[in-house]
């Protein structure tokens, strides 16, 4: 069982070699992308579900910051 353990893991490790090596400029920008809304929609929920007093307005820009941030980002794909 600890040879399987072994080889699975190493076998995962190579997989993410080969998806990190073969990343361009460009989707790497389309990561940063998709992180910066995926982080976006997640400040914007806590500060409408979650804090119902000033804080929530707070994390709600912030939120629309990072979907501001990730429009540039979109933006910028094949132009640099």
Do not use: D, P
């Not at 995926?38 to 979907?67: M, P, Q």
């Amino acid at each position: 069982m600890k040879a399987k353990q072994v080889t699975l893991k190493l076998t995962i490790f190579a997989i993410i070699k080969i998806l990190i090596m073969a990343m361009n400029k460009n989707t790497v920008l389309a990561w940063a992308t998709y992180i910066m809304i995926f982080t976006g929609i997640s400040l914007i929920a806590l500060g409408a579900f979650r804090y119902n007093e000033v804080a929530g307005w707070g994390f709600a820009a912030v939120g629309i910051g990072f979907f501001a941030n990730a429009w540039v980002f979109n933006a910028l794909k094949g132009r640099v």
